[in-house]
């Protein structure tokens, strides 16, 4: 009988052995069940041809046709990564509407001997938990941002307060993004729907008894686009302001964004954008540092004309909140310790 979950944490705390997402390879990169692996019933290709025939053909064609590319490949995974499992395995099975892919897939791991059931409604039920949990419940969290300029080692701090037992969330770090014009990363940023899968689950495994510290963000990281719910909380929350000299700053991003240094093309393509922002001559400038290898000028010319102004600006339109401020003279590994440790006090009186 299918399982119901009304609940992202009873959804979470499933207790099956495995859970098993049949849906094609495209659908499962988009997004998924955190921890879930991928065996499709259908191919992409496959996917694509039964729903052809569904809408040239016949609906009883297309289930015909279905049927046997479905049996043909869970007996592919029945001999391949499913072979090794013993007559205990409990696997919990879904596709996208709870339907046909994954009941007759579960079917057959039942008739082995598998203890296997299905996700009533599938992804879609999934899907409408974790929308609820951040379009439309308000985060129960007690949110703390940290804020401060572009460079002073936000999320470098974030990762070392975690290890001082902080509660965090690095945006960024679901995000695959460094949250600024240069942030980009080598392999691109996840689906909306699946950062949001990665913050829900984030936020599930916290205490919101616990103060939760998250850097500082607009309501975009690269292309993801903030929840509302979670927009909300950080919109209101107060903030811990970390604060560092300038050149500290830019020995800090030479070092943040050394795989950038390395392809000055991909940097000067990033700057562009800037030329409307800034003028022509502002750009050409930082251009003749990128071309002399000068990155550290280059960080600090950034930061001077164009991230801090920004960031000062900000602070003049937003009514914000200040629990304190946090000076880092350096933002090497020890002056980051340091910071950390001075981050860490102060948010545990809170």
């Known amino acids: 009988m299918p399982q119901t979950f009304d609940t992202l944490a009873s959804l979470m705390a499933h207790g099956f052995d495995t859970v098993i997402d049949v849906r094609s390879p495209a659908e499962f990169a988009e997004d998924h069940i955190p921890g879930a692996i991928n065996l499709p019933a259908l191919s992409n290709d496959q996917r694509a041809e039964v729903g052809t025939i569904y809408k040239q053909v016949s609906a009883f064609d297309a289930r015909k046709v279905g049927a046997a590319l479905v049996a043909r490949n869970v007996a592919g995974h029945v001999e391949g990564p499913l072979a090794e499992y013993d007559g205990a395995w409990r696997p919990l099975v879904y596709c996208w509407r709870g339907g046909q892919r994954s009941g007759s897939f579960a079917s057959i791991l039942q008739q082995i001997g598998w ?172 251009e003749t540092l990128l071309q002399a290898g000068d990155f550290t000028a280059l960080a600090t010319g950034l930061m001077a004309e164009h991230y801090d102004a920004a960031y000062d600006r900000s602070r003049k339109v937003n009514d914000r909140t200040w629990l304190g401020e946090v000076h880092a003279e350096t933002l090497d590994a020890a002056g980051r310790a340091r910071a950390a440790d001075d981050l860490a006090r102060l948010i545990n009186t809170l």
């Open 115 to 286: 203890r296997a059931d299905t996700i009533k409604g599938g992804y879609q039920t999934y899907r409408r938990l974790v929308h609820d949990a951040m379009y439309i419940d308000p985060v129960p969290h007690r949110l703390v941002l940290l804020d401060g300029y572009t460079g002073t080692a936000k999320t470098a701090l974030l990762h070392l307060l975690a290890e001082r037992g902080v509660q965090v969330i690095d945006l960024e770090g679901l995000a695959a993004h460094r949250g600024s014009l240069l942030g980009g990363l080598a392999d691109g940023q996840p689906a909306q729907k699946g950062f949001e899968s990665q913050l829900a689950q984030a936020l599930a495994g916290l205490d919101p008894t616990k103060v939760t510290v998250v850097e500082a963000e607009s309501s975009k990281v690269g292309q993801i686009v903030l929840p509302k719910q979670i927009w909300a909380s950080m919109s209101a929350a107060p903030r811990i302001e970390v604060k560092a000299p300038l050149a500290a700053r830019a020995a800090f991003l030479r070092e943040a964004y050394a795989d950038i240094i390395a392809n000055p093309a991909v940097l000067r393509k990033r700057l562009q954008p800037l030329r409307n922002l800034r003028g022509h001559a502002v750009v050409d400038g930082w």
